[in-house]
């Protein structure tokens, strides 16, 4: 079994990194009559403990049938939570319904779930998931108990590092797990999955050990290095044969831009960082509202290659 | 997506059409000089015109009235056949045709039908004849049109013969002019000199007119060669090459001069060609400019041209050999000077001519409007009891015939002219010859055989039972299987998409008084009892089934019928359909003799056109008629109704009156994206009019902006100008790229919204923008790539993606029943799968065989991973350019990790619904090929076994799982079967996430989640746990 799995908390109490939102959460399941949204800045391990706390629940992605999302929450989602489930004591009678993703679902979807919320809030409590809140409807977000949960800050990483190097009885070199929490950015359950690649690389550590890139971020590396080298058509049509390449292999389109961004910004001309950030946002911001993610992507590219060759040219002719 | 066959199947049809012409290109040039001695002469690039003729000879046999000449010819033509081998296939159609003429002659019916014909016409003819021979004017004005050049040929005189006969061209119309029924009139409707220099030359004209569409291309050999080759294939590939090579200059001082105004027809049986870059016309005005005054433009010179337009001699090949055959040049102003000199003259010969002919006098004013009102009131006043005012014969003639026309005028023109018999069809003969010699060999081939027994089984092409027309509409494939059937006498019975076509009722004896399909079932059974009586008084029938592609969802199951109708039919089945490439007719085509009609060329149907326009009393202009027939692409049944209609309110034609007329109204073409695109980002691309591109994008508003998509960057815009560092041609790009992606938002508004009035915004920004940006010439960017516009690979991508996107899901829920890891998909992906991937396969390659075998199958089952998800997390994991991560794992551990797995199989705790097999639901096969495409384990015998193991994994796994879960399987078919009900989409999500939060509930939960289980999303899930 992976770490990552193998020292997950299984009670709100062995939570170890937000025990702060752990003790709280854990005196609102005892009330236990709300609807909680949780907002997690970097999803972490400790989010889904928060679900499994709970026995009895029905977890399900609504934002996984795309844009007729809005059928799943109308049909299916009022459907379990009408039904009122008679409990032999005849208390404590509802449902958990966690729903994930709750961010990328449309919104038309977020619409019909708002009436679902308050309507049948008797019967059915439902925890919504997120990534970010700012994609959540206001309507929504204020049915909610708004449940912040703040990625770890590194000295926590390093932390949970060093717990499960010593249950596993590993030899950590000095300044080791800081490195690892670093390249994790701040992501525990990345962090806790690039030590354990590491293990399997190679073990004892060495000193200087850095855990292999994740194969995506590693073609995507390549991609932006091909872009600052030569800006040509020919080169834009080898980039987007690139770029289907990782959407076949089920990258998001966004997870693509922004680390594409990130590479290129390390070698880039202080003085275009922010135009081309704003480019960045914008192609993103249209790739969402759009449904053909490569198109938005080679614009892009394209607008990268156009700035940055003019900017060669001005530059050093 | 049968549409995309179809479209490529037309490119591959462009290319044979390309290739073939260049075969062709190797023959000798044309005759140089006209030879007096009449039987050496014919060069094989006058072949085309032999085929015409062989298939209008046809037509001349058909009736008593040959000529001598036509035999002669025919011996001729044999002669040249033997002289060139090349011409065997040509020969061989002639021999067809002569079959053909022994096949028909000695059929009463059609002989009585034709005697008929000529009893019907004969009244009409002699009027018509009167006008013919009177017009002293006429001859004089051809006579004075002559002056020039001597190019004026009576076809009437016999002294011409010898002249027609070695110059091949004229030999046909002298065949013409013997074409039965309309051979007196059809000359005398024509008239005096100049027309008929004008028709001498149609068939020349037939090639070279379509090579001037080609000269557009410089590739003008090729475009030659095409000409020729087209005249027996239609118009079909056309002059729209991949590419436009380069691009003509703009006329130096284009619209400039004032374009002179000329008399009418001055310009008659002059022959041009235009060459290079004129001063101030476009060559298109040019050519308009020559044949609105009555002259032909031809797309290279024959000693039969008149003259060279050009103003700069360009020394190309054309001005080389008008130099060389003796081809006076003419410069645009020389041009200008000819038409304006024919105006004061016309004018005074109008004049005079006026009191004698009013005829001419309807001639004379071409364009000016209140002339012609003035003209028009003159013919009512002439209608209306003022005949005895005018002595004039014509005049009255003339009335008679609208009189007549009024008489018939109830009948569309359509109806009336329809062809009797089946030389009257305007092109595709060849198509119709084998429609007559299936039908006639039909008998013999099915019913006799029948009865012998087997014979059914004949390997040869005429083995089919029915046979399916194809081709656009209006090109006479409903009236050629009528008017064969005809011939041959047989009963033709037509069932069309106004009759109910549905399955026939199984029980056919609840009788004829039921459906159409019922009476067809009993037709074609019972067919032979009919005439077993009297077989020779009894008509034979021919079922004509018309518009099969039209049966659709109120005939249900009507193909599938029909096919089965194919198969016990006695009698011939006649199936006629537009689009022979639509999914619905895939099964029938298995059925069918295909027979697939072509466009007639526009010379042909102009001459048909003319026929008709003469026998209607309209007059029209020979090149007028062309026009027609070009502006409705083949459409006979549109050109005649265009024609009828303007007959209501003119008398006369003319080449301007047909492109005001249709300028608006023309027909819609149906052009493949892939020309749609080329015409966008052709060099010429940015002279289109908006409503142009519009249109052009329009065609396919799905294909063509994902063909822009994919291509856009291949194009190097020639708006750029100089531009050394790229950069400029690079900001094209990210204009172009920001255009298409803005083009994606309009579609999600325009799809998911039902915007559509939003599509000509997206019509823009997808494919005009892009266009307008980046036209220019298309060169390359990967080595050995072809110079052609690639399809879309988005739609492949995007499906490849989806699939991989489902894999990933099974995984994904796999993950989560096993309890172990708690994960969503994109987290799975992104985070989870390269140290899964590590686990999974670091091993294998590593350590020893037996060890890594169970360490990896131990790790599979902890979070129940199946042989699948395996295969996906391997494939989700290759990367182009990156080696694949399967690299350096042995085969032989390969298949012990398969056998490894399946032996566990048995005592696996299963976690999730799908790793149940349910009878009928899921099918391994795709493994199966998996297995056989391994090539290590086919080369030694003990691991085919295990590979074969390994295919039957899947098969004998489940097979275990069954038995083990044999009391409980019956209950989660019964629940799938009561999910049904929901909408497909809930119901696929039903499956994925109702796995997955049963999966996790605790086992306190079960009890109540089965209590719901009817309607909560994975009930059945839960139980199927285990």
């Known amino acids: 079994m992976l770490w990552v799995d193998k020292y997950r908390p299984k009670t709100l109490d062995k939570v170890t990194v937000h025990d702060q939102v752990a003790q709280n959460l854990r005196k609102l399941v005892k009330m236990e009559n709300k609807t909680w949204k949780i907002d997690t800045g970097t999803r972490t391990l400790e989010l889904e403990l928060v679900m499994l706390s709970s026995a009895h629940h029905v977890e399900m992605n609504p934002s996984d049938a795309g844009f007729q999302d809005r059928y799943v929450v109308q049909e299916v989602i009022k459907e379990m939570a009408k039904n009122r489930p008679i409990d032999a004591k005849g208390k404590r009678a509802f449902k958990v319904l966690v729903l994930n993703e709750v961010d990328k679902l449309s919104r038309e979807a977020q619409h019909s779930l708002r009436r679902t919320m308050e309507k049948y809030s008797a019967s059915c409590r439902l925890i919504l998931c997120c990534n970010s809140s700012s994609k959540v409807t206001e309507a929504v977000r204020s049915r909610c108990l708004n449940v912040r949960v703040n990625a770890p800050s590194e000295d926590q990483i390093v932390q949970v590092l060093e717990f499960i190097g010593k249950k596993e009885n590993l030899v950590l070199p000095a300044g080791f797990a800081a490195r690892i929490a670093t390249q994790s950015n701040r992501n525990l359950r990345r962090a806790i999955l690039f030590f354990e690649t590491c293990k399997v690389q190679q073990y004892p550590f060495t000193s200087n050990q850095v855990a292999p890139p994740l194969d995506w971020e590693q073609y995507v590396c390549e991609i932006a290095a091909d872009i600052m080298k030569e800006q040509s058509p020919k080169r834009l049509y080898a980039v987007r044969q690139k770029f289907y390449e990782l959407l076949v292999n089920c990258i998001p389109p966004q997870s693509i831009l922004k680390k594409l961004l990130a590479e290129l910004l390390k070698k880039l001309d202080s003085d275009l960082k922010h135009e081309i950030c704003h480019w960045a946002a914008h192609y993103e911001h249209k790739m969402r509202l759009g449904s053909k993610a490569i198109f938005h992507l080679e614009a892009f590219v394209a607008k990268f290659m156009s700035i940055y060759k003019e900017f060669l040219v001005s530059t050093f002719g | ?1026």
Not at chain 2, 273 to 295: C, F, N, P, Q
């Open chain 2, 1 to 1026: 997506m049968s549409d995309i066959r179809k479209w490529f199947m037309k490119a591959q049809d462009k290319n044979a059409g390309a290739a073939k012409p260049a075969d062709r290109n190797a023959g000798p040039a044309p005759p140089k000089k006209p030879v007096l001695s009449i039987p050496e002469k014919p060069a094989p690039s006058l072949a085309p015109c032999d085929q015409d003729s062989s298939a209008r000879r046809k037509s001349s046999k058909y009736f008593a009235s040959k000529t001598e000449k036509d035999s002669n010819v025919k011996e001729e033509d044999t002669n040249a056949g033997k002289n060139t081998g090349t011409r065997l296939s040509k020969r061989k159609l002639q021999k067809n045709s002569d079959e053909l003429e022994d096949d028909i002659k000695p059929l009463p019916a059609t002989k009585v039908h034709k005697e008929e014909e000529e009893d019907d016409d004969f009244v009409a003819r002699s009027k018509k004849r009167t006008p013919v021979k009177t017009p002293p004017s006429k001859k004089l004005k051809g006579a004075s049109n002559a002056e020039g050049h001597g190019k004026t040929i009576d076809l009437g005189d016999d002294d011409d013969g010898e002249d027609k006969m070695d110059e091949d061209d004229k030999t046909l119309p002298s065949k013409a002019t013997g074409r039965g029924r309309g051979r007196g009139r059809g000359r005398g409707g024509r008239g005096a000199g100049a027309a008929n220099g004008k028709t001498s030359g149609l068939d020349d004209d037939g090639e070279e007119d379509r090579m001037d569409e080609d000269a557009k291309t410089p590739s003008k050999a090729a475009g030659r060669g095409r000409g020729g080759i087209a005249g027996g294939r239609g118009r079909g590939g056309g002059g729209r090459g991949f590419m436009n090579f380069g691009e003509r200059k703009d006329p130096p001082h284009k619209g400039e001069k004032e374009v002179p105004e000329g008399g009418p027809d001055c310009l008659t049986g002059l022959t041009f060609v235009i060459s290079g870059t004129l001063d101030s016309l476009e060559r298109e005005e040019a050519t308009d400019l020559i044949k609105r005054y009555g002259g032909r433009v031809t797309g290279s010179i024959s000693k039969k041209t008149s003259y060279l337009l050009a103003d700069e001699d360009v020394g190309g090949v054309k001005s080389n050999k008008a130099k060389e055959l003796g081809v006076p040049f003419l410069t645009e102003d020389g041009l200008f000077d000819m038409i304006r000199k024919s105006k004061p003259a016309k004018a005074t010969v109008a004049k005079l001519q006026s009191n004698s002919s009013s005829e001419k006098q309807q001639k004379s004013p071409i364009k000016s409007s209140p002339v012609k009102v003035g003209r028009r009131d003159d013919n009512q006043v002439t209608m209306s009891k003022n005949i005895a005012l005018k002595s004039n014969k014509e005049n009255a003639s003339i009335n008679n015939q609208k009189a007549n026309i009024v008489d018939r005028g109830s009948l569309q023109w359509t109806e009336k002219y329809r062809p009797k018999v089946p030389n009257d069809i305007v092109g595709n003969q060849s198509m119709v010859k084998q429609l007559h010699d299936w039908l006639k060999s039909w008998d013999e081939q099915f019913l006799h055989s029948v009865q012998k027994g087997k014979g059914k089984k004949q390997a040869d092409g005429g083995a089919k039972k029915a046979v399916l027309l194809s081709g656009p509409p209006g090109i006479g494939k409903t009236t050629t299987a009528k008017v064969v059937s005809q011939m041959l006498g047989l009963l033709a019975i037509e069932v069309n998409a106004s009759d109910s076509r549905g399955k026939a009722d199984s029980k056919i004896e609840k009788g004829v008084g039921g459906s159409t399909s019922n009476s067809i079932k009993e037709l074609i059974s019972n067919a032979t009892l009919n005439y077993g009586d009297n077989r020779s008084k009894r008509p034979k029938a021919v079922l004509i089934m018309d518009e099969v592609d039209g049966m659709s969802a109120g005939d249900r199951g009507g193909v599938a019928d029909l096919i089965a109708s194919i198969k016990i039919s006695k009698i011939p089945i006649v199936c006629i359909c537009n689009d022979r490439y639509s999914q619905k007719l895939k099964s029938l085509v298995n059925y069918c003799l295909l027979l697939n009609f072509r466009k007639p060329t526009k010379q042909q149907m102009g001459k048909r056109l003319m026929e008709i326009a003469k026998k209607e009393g309209l007059q029209a202009q020979e090149n007028a008629m062309e026009e027609l027939a070009e502006r409705v692409h083949g459409d006979i049944r549109m050109a005649l109704n265009h024609l009828q209609y303007m007959s209501l309110s003119q008398s006369v034609v003319k080449y301007d009156d047909i492109r005001q007329r249709l300028n608006s109204s023309t027909k819609d073409e149906d052009i493949s994206p892939f020309t749609a695109v080329d015409k966008l980002f052709g060099f010429n691309g940015g002279r289109l009019r908006m409503d142009e591109r519009i249109d052009l994008s329009m065609s396919d508003p799905d294909l063509v902006p994902l063909i822009i998509q994919e291509n856009y960057i291949n194009y190097r815009p020639n708006t750029v100008g100089k531009d050394d560092s790229g950069v400029k041609r690079m900001n094209f790009l990210a204009h172009a790229a920001e255009s298409i992606a803005d083009a994606d938002i309009v579609n999600v508004q325009i799809r998911r919204y039902r915007q559509w009035q939003l599509s000509q915004a997206a019509c823009l920004s997808s494919s005009i923008i892009p266009a307008a940006l980046m036209h220019g010439n298309r060169e390359i960017l990967e080595a050995g790539e072809r110079n052609f516009n690639r399809f879309g690979g988005w739609l492949g991508k995007y499906s490849t993606t989806n699939k991989n996107i489902r894999l990933l899901e099974d995984t994904h829920s796999h993950i989560l029943a096993s309890q172990q890891a708690n994960l969503d998909r994109e987290t799975l992906r992104l985070d989870y799968l390269t140290l899964l991937l590590r686990q999974l396969t670091d091993p294998l390659k590593t350590m020893p065989k037996d060890e890594a075998v169970q360490k990896v199958v131990e790790f599979m089952d902890t979070y129940s991973l199946s042989q699948e998800d395996f295969d996906t997390i391997v494939e989700l994991s290759k990367f182009k350019g990156h080696p694949n991560p399967m690299d350096g794992v042995q085969p032989a551990v390969k298949s012990a990790l398969t056998k490894a797995y399946k032996q566990g199989s048995s005592s696996r705790v299963i976690r999730a619904a799908d790793l149940i097999n349910i009878p009928g639901m899921k099918k391994p096969l795709k493994k199966r090929v998996a297995a056989m495409l391994e090539p290590a384990e086919e080369s030694l015998p003990e691991e085919n076994g295990v590979a074969s193991a390994e295919g039957d994994e899947d098969d004998s796994s489940d097979a275990e799982n069954k038995d083990e879960l044999a009391p409980g399987d019956t209950k989660p078919k019964l629940d799938l079967q009561s999910d049904k009900k929901k909408g497909i989409q809930v119901q696929l999500d039903l499956k994925s996430s109702g796995n997955v939060s049963n999966a996790k509930k605790a086992p306190a939960a079960r009890s109540r989640a089965s209590a719901t289980a009817g309607k909560a999303a994975g009930g059945s899930g839960a139980k199927r746990k285990r």
